[in-house]
């Protein structure tokens, strides 16, 4: 006998990537940021600890919003922060999806999207992206005129590849929400500041946003939603009362406001990864030009998963993924590896692994 409602007993649950608990990996496999975050932020620390932690946190985040819409130039009503852009996500299904309502969003991608409908009772259609990760336009947009939310990552997991803001509009649904998932949006070559939120469908937009990959915060687990503040507001009264805690605010407030720590970072791992795109397609790699801080890459011969596990052995962690059901390959489904960008030192490791194995 079960107790849990059946769209629960129904699924898998998402399953993060790996944490090994012991020392000496080269971890480059869950898109964290191999740089330290703003001193500010130990600073901002610092001081919550010798506070009043008996008292709960500011249940508005006043602070935190007002730092956010200072950077993106719009008032604080327009934002909601929360534990990650992965709970401002679950918001948003909680909000906007009843039982049989369709969500759709590109795939291969995030698998969580899917996971958050299923659990929602409602519906989902994967838009199968072409083997070069293009939009099959039509199709897509005829599904996205059915839907009652589309949610689009720019740029995209696993494959880093970035879609233009043209294509992004054309697919807003004419009823329902288009949900811009910006998690690695830092770290493109010309960074989203919310123009989208301006758009003349800019009422129909969320932009979600992360503090875990840029600025070097996922510990922390703190990210926000950008939207008008007629969305906002009905979201937040789907969030929990003290949805972030003290740490949380104070450390990204002053990760927000020290943005020249932040691009010097996001710089350093852009030189890093091309470096790290040419050195994989000198060993025979196929590698998607990424505007994350990871890379896709596949290999026409050596098995993704001996890959995979070879670097494993010698304390290097990627992330091998499969994607089943993928419309464009004669096998029914595609595999690569997504590499985090780390450190030089850390790339160069996995570069002498990897010829050592190819």
């Given at each position: ?130 083997p070069d990760w293009s ?224």
């Open positions: 006998m079960s107790f849990f409602r059946p769209n629960v007993d129904a699924i898998h649950g998402y399953v993060p990537g790996e944490q090994p608990q012991d020392t000496g990996w080269v971890k480059l496999n869950t898109n964290e940021n191999p740089y330290p975050p703003s001193p500010r932020v130990l600073e901002a620390l610092e001081r919550v600890i010798r506070d009043r932690l008996n008292l709960y946190p500011d249940p508005l985040s006043t602070k935190f919003r007002e730092a956010v819409g200072k950077l993106f130039q719009v008032d604080p009503d327009w934002v909601l922060p929360a534990n990650g852009s992965d709970e401002n996500l679950t918001i948003l299904m909680r909000c906007f999806i009843n039982a049989d309502d369709l969500v759709v969003y590109p795939y291969p991608s995030y698998i969580l999207y899917e996971t958050l409908v299923d659990l929602q009772g409602g519906r989902h259609e994967r838009l199968q992206l072409k939009w099959d336009m039509p199709t897509a947009q005829a599904a996205a005129a059915k839907a009652k939310m589309v949610i689009l990552p720019n740029p995209n997991s696993p494959t880093g590849n970035r879609w233009s803001d043209k294509d992004i509009e054309s697919l807003v649904p004419p009823r329902g929400l288009l949900v811009l998932d910006e998690a690695y949006g830092d770290f493109a070559d010309q960074p989203h500041k919310g123009e989208l939120l301006k758009s003349s469908r800019g009422k129909q937009i969320v932009v979600t946003r992360s503090l875990s990959k840029s600025y070097s915060l996922a510990g922390l687990r703190v990210g926000f939603a950008l939207a008008h503040p007629d969305l906002i507001s009905g979201m937040r009264k789907m969030k929990d009362s003290y949805n972030c805690d003290k740490l949380s605010l104070a450390g990204g407030t002053a990760a927000i406001e020290d943005q020249e720590w932040m691009l010097s970072n996001t710089a350093k791992i852009r030189a890093t990864r091309g470096r790290l795109s040419a050195a994989l397609q000198q060993l025979g790699f196929n590698v998607v030009p990424s505007q994350a801080n990871f890379v896709w890459t596949t290999h026409a011969t050596i098995p993704h998963k001996q890959l995979y596990e070879r670097l494993k052995e010698r304390k290097i962690l990627v992330r091998f993924m499969v994607f089943p059901n993928y419309a464009h390959s004669p096998t029914g489904e595609v595999s690569g590896l997504r590499i985090t960008v780390g450190t030089d030192p850390e790339i160069d490791q996995l570069l002498a692994a990897l010829k050592e194995i190819v």
